[in-house]
């Protein structure tokens, strides 16, 4: 009697626990995800290499050192109004569905960016074009505020847990993509035009090609299904709330939580190891991130006076070694775990940003190409294992509304920032380096959240059953799990029966 009672308390796994992924929603799932990341990125990209010249064409001023910095303020005020668009999104996701919310949130980025682009200049209407660009931040950063979360989420659900490091890279794959087309298409557009040309007309150009990216993007949104996971929370909840109204029982506390307001108060006190150690990582990869991305050609440009071209393409370069080694690494997140990596990559960047940052200070074209490669090298550690690390840490739930508060609280106040505060900080204290000095501090922080990680790689995601790719792999886990259930309680019925075992063998 008391072995199975034992039994009972480690329930193996049935087969209808195991969810065999079908490969083309899988593929489906990857790639609509992915194109979203691509649009939100594509204006990063664009955004961060016409600085200069949306400057000049909506903040007039005799000082060009004014002119970035009041830029970048406003492409940090986007990541000011992202927590509360995760504050809406997120829920909201774990209530209705990830898919619907993916749906919204693509359309309002390509609304916001296609609308930056048909925006009247400074010399034209005055001190509302400002306000006008300032809303279109906005209405990108509150939509942004569900979407990486959300499809991190959504491709965590939809993966093998075998391969959640590989397919999770390309989410960031994505990323670097968009990033490379917007970077790349202001470079040919600079070329072409000259200057003036894009102070004239030619900085239009990349944000309107937002409208039909954003067209194609929900298009395969919308044909995307339900990930298993939310389907089998959803009717778990449904069972349970059907038993305790047919008993007239009232809801489970699960459900009742699940639907009141009592969420972000479970998130922030039954959760908060997790939510400090989510902001920690995502803190490591976007400073990292839009240093490289955002800051880095201007920084190039203004502050060490390089050729802006020069420095376009060196940025641009890296950003296509990224794309190219971020598979690879989500691959072997999946072999050697995702913690070696990010500890790997967090003392590599303390030790090596100094030298980076020399390197990039030098003249020429090797010199700081070589350093550009280097803090590209260091992000692609943490964009590669990212997006399988993060929805791991938060149970399925919970997942999409944590991760979504988790991660834009923490890129808000320091992924988003760091263009303006890098920039700020070397024009005030005139230290070339303190760019340096701000991925060090990153690094230190990554490290000690990294410390605190436990591995999950090729483990299920919390709250979920395991996803395999074929059905000899769901037998295969169905029965390891009665044997390790049985050896289990065998262990315990051991121990319990005679608990002078352990004293005599040594334990």
């Known amino acids: 009697m008391v072995r199975t009672l034992l039994r009972r308390r480690k329930q193996p796994l049935s087969r209808k626990d195991v969810t065999v992924v079908d490969p083309p929603r899988m593929r489906r799932a990857v790639a609509a995800t992915a194109v979203g990341n691509t649009m939100e990125w594509f204006d990063f990209g664009v955004y961060a290499y016409v600085a200069v010249t949306l400057g000049k064409v909506f903040f007039p001023a005799d000082e060009p050192a004014t002119q970035v910095v009041a830029t970048f303020a406003t492409f940090a005020v986007a990541f000011l109004v992202r927590p509360l668009g995760g504050l809406l999104f997120g829920p909201l996701g774990d209530r209705i569905g990830r898919r619907r919310v993916l749906s919204t949130t693509m359309i309002m980025m390509a609304i916001g960016t296609f609308a930056v682009g048909v925006l009247p200049s400074y010399d034209t209407i005055g001190f509302t074009a400002p306000l006008l660009l300032l809303l279109c931040r906005v209405v990108q950063g509150f939509s942004t505020g569900g979407e990486y ?42 070329a072409a035009l000259g200057e003036q040309g894009m102070v004239d007309w030619g900085w239009r150009v990349p944000f309107l090609v937002a409208g039909p990216m954003g067209l194609i993007g929900l298009y395969m949104r919308l044909r995307l299904e339900e990930t298993p996971a939310f389907q089998q929370e959803a009717e778990r909840a449904a069972e349970a709330a059907a038993a305790a109204e047919a008993h007239g029982e009232p809801r489970p506390v699960e459900e009742a939580r699940q639907s009141g307001q009592g969420r972000l108060k479970e998130i922030f006190t039954r959760h908060w190891q997790a939510v400090l150690i989510c902001m920690g990582l995502v803190l490591l990869y976007n400073v990292t991130n839009y240093m490289v991305t955002s800051y880095l050609p201007t920084y190039m440009t203004s502050t060490l006076g390089q050729n802006a071209t020069t420095a376009q393409v060196l940025v641009l370069g890296t950003m296509v070694v990224v794309a190219l080694a971020i598979t690879v690494v989500g691959r072997g997140s999946d072999r050697w775990g995702r913690r070696p990596l990010f500890l790997a990559g967090s003392v590599a960047m303390i030790v090596l940003a100094v030298p980076s940052l020399l390197l990039i200070k ?29 929805p791991a840490l938060f149970p399925t739930r919970l997942r999409y509304g944590a991760l979504s508060i ?99 063998t040594g334990e």
């Open 406 to 504: 988790s991660y834009n609280i923490s890129v808000s106040l320091f992924g988003g920032t760091t263009p303006l505060l890098a920039s700020w900080l070397v024009a005030t204290t005139h230290d070339t380096l303190v760019p340096a000095y701000y991925l060090m501090a990153a690094g230190a922080v990554g490290l000690v959240a990294t410390l605190f990680l436990h591995e999950t790689a090729g483990r299920p995601l919390r709250g979920s059953g395991p996803m395999v790719e074929t059905e000899e792999q769901a037998r295969t886990s169905v029965a390891e799990s009665r044997t390790e259930a049985g050896r289990r309680a065998r262990d315990v019925w051991i121990r319990v029966r005679h608990p002078w075992t352990r004293h005599h």
């Open 149 to 190: 979360a959300g499809a991190t989420t959504y491709i965590a659900e939809f993966a093998p847990d075998t391969r959640r490091g590989f397919l999770g890279s390309w989410l960031d794959f994505g990323t670097f993509i968009g990033y490379a087309l917007g970077s790349g298409l202001v470079t040919v557009l600079t």
């Open 362 to 390: 030098e003249g020429g074209i090797v010199l700081p190409a070589l350093g550009c490669l280097v803090l590209g090298l260091l992000l692609v550690t943490f964009a590669g294992n990212s997006a399988a690390t993060l």
